[in-house]
C-alpha cells in the first residue's frame, strides 16, 4: 500500500511559478512511476505530467510542455511538479498519483485508471 500527500500548493499570479511536492510512503517507492494530473471545476481530471521509475523517462501534456517539469527523489520518497508561466487555466485541483507497473520501455501511463494510488489533491489558484 502506498499512501501520498501533496503539497505546495496556493495562489500565485499568472505568470508566476510554484512547486507541488508529493510525499509517498512505501518501500517500493522507487519502482513506480509517479504522475500529476488536475482537475478544474465542471472538468474531467486530465494528465499532466509522468516520470518512470528509473527517472529517465518524463512524459508531459501538451498544455504544460516547457512550462512544468517534473522529478523525483526517491531517497526522499518525493515527486515534486515545478509550474513556471502559469496562466489561469492552469488553476486546478492537482494530483499526485503512483502506479506500481513496471514499464519496460519507452511507454509512459497518462491514463487516471493506470494509476494504482491517489493523493487527496492540493488547490492551485492563477490569478489573472
Known amino acids: 500500500q502506498v499512501q501520498l500527500v501533496e503539497s505546495g500548493g496556493g495562489l500565485v499570479q499568472a505568470g508566476g511559478s510554484l512547486r507541488l511536492s508529493c510525499a509517498a510512503s512505501g518501500r517500493t517507492f522507487s519502482a513506480y512511476t509517479l504522475g500529476w494530473f488536475r482537475q478544474a471545476p465542471g472538468k474531467e481530471r486530465e494528465f499532466v505530467a509522468a516520470?518512470?521509475?528509473?527517472?529517465?523517462?518524463?512524459y508531459y501534456a501538451d498544455s504544460v510542455q516547457g512550462r512544468f517539469t517534473i522529478s523525483r527523489d526517491n531517497t526522499k520518497n518525493t515527486v515534486y511538479l515545478q509550474m513556471a508561466s502559469l496562466k489561469p487555466e492552469d488553476a486546478a485541483v492537482y494530483y499526485c498519483?503512483?502506479?506500481?507497473?513496471?514499464?519496460?520501455?519507452?511507454?509512459?501511463?497518462?491514463?487516471?485508471?493506470?494509476?494504482?494510488?491517489w493523493g487527496q489533491g492540493t488547490q492551485v489558484t492563477v490569478s489573472s
Open positions: 516520470i518512470k521509475w528509473s527517472a529517465g523517462n518524463t
Open positions: 498519483a503512483a502506479d506500481r507497473t513496471r514499464y519496460i520501455g519507452t511507454y509512459t501511463p497518462t491514463r487516471r485508471d493506470e494509476y494504482d494510488y
